[in-house]
């Protein structure tokens, strides 16, 4: 029996330094916005290892079985299919939260929401929370999480999504503090329940803008939980005039919504009545992001 030579067998290796190259190149002509790092992720999450693995073992042979499950997630990235749906998680507030395509990726500036939160609950307080619009369940999971005495209600319109935050609940602990309500805005709810506070991030975009967004967006993330209407505001709307209902006196209303609604959402909070002066708060960016209203 013949073999090839040492030589001959070497040349149909790949090794990670080459892999990773080769995936940082092709996810920069599909226009990845960060080609390098999701490179990295892939051949990490497949070889099941650490990112820093990879850079201390670049001479690492990857097996034809890892070629090819690295070959499949990288199409789907190719297609622009947002790394978050891959992986099937996304850091939100240090907790790493199932994501599904059933629910909007949390946003780092949807921390401000739980910041907020937090500093107008503070612990040691029984509170009635409800998280509206919940998709994943990311903001009201992380305030209850630190606020160990509340109860959070997350609501939802979609019950795939109630499922996936549900699956977060159960993750975290969490499942004894939290209830799952399907429900669109606060229909599933009787009037006079008495929140302390409100948080929501509600679909936002205006229909015209959906198809100008990134395609790991437009076309993969749930249309239900991104069109707020012809301008945006459909139902930021609702829940200014909605929510007094729903909140005790004193009780706060944290609506996340674009910088260019900020004026109208204020204004019309100051004609309903309900509410005190409105106070708006910046995301990291610098950008305001989050509407606070209190109940008079």
């Known amino acids: 029996m013949t073999t090839s030579p040492p030589a001959a067998q070497n040349e149909t290796e790949t090794k990670v330094c080459a892999l990773l190259s080769r995936l940082e190149e092709r996810f920069a002509g599909a226009g990845v916005e960060s080609p390098g790092l999701d490179a990295r992720l892939i051949v990490a999450v497949v070889l099941g290892c650490e990112g820093a693995h990879l850079h201390a073992h670049p001479e690492r042979v990857v097996s034809s079985e890892e070629l090819a499950r690295v070959e499949s997630l990288a199409q789907r990235r190719m297609a622009r299919e947002p790394m978050a749906y891959i992986m099937g998680e996304r850091e939100f507030w240090s907790m790493s939260f199932f994501v599904s395509p059933d629910v909007l990726i949390p946003r780092p500036e949807s ?3 739980v ?3 937090l500093a107008l ?3 040691g307080r029984e509170s009635g929370i409800l998280d509206l619009c919940a998709g994943s369940g ?5 305030i209850a999480s630190e ?4 109860r959070v209600t997350l ?9 996936v935050a549900r699956r977060n609940a159960d993750k975290f602990g969490l499942g004894g503090r939290t209830c799952f309500l399907a429900s669109d805005l606060f229909d599933a709810l009787e009037e006079g329940v008495g929140f302390d506070l409100i948080a929501s991030n509600p679909p936002y975009v205006a229909s015209g803008e959906l198809d100008g967004l990134m395609p790991e967006v437009s076309s993969f993330e749930p249309g239900l939980a991104l069109d707020g209407g012809a301008d945006g505001t459909d139902l930021i709307r609702r829940i200014i005039v909605e929510a007094p209902a729903y909140l005790a006196r004193g009780g706060f209303l944290l609506i996340e919504m674009d910088p260019r609604q900020m004026a109208e959402a204020e204004a019309l909070a100051e004609r309903q009545g309900d509410y005190r002066a409105a106070s708006r708060h910046k995301d990291l960016a610098g950008r305001e992001r989050v509407l606070e209203l209190t109940r008079v």
Do not use: K
């Open 121 to 123: 609950s503070g612990e």
């Open 155 to 163: 609501l939802d319109l979609c019950p795939r999504a109630l499922g």
């Open 147 to 150: 606020l160990h005495e509340a």
């Open 138 to 142: 990311a903001v009201g999971l992380a």
């Open 115 to 117: 910041e907020r939160a």
């Open 111 to 113: 921390e401000l929401l």
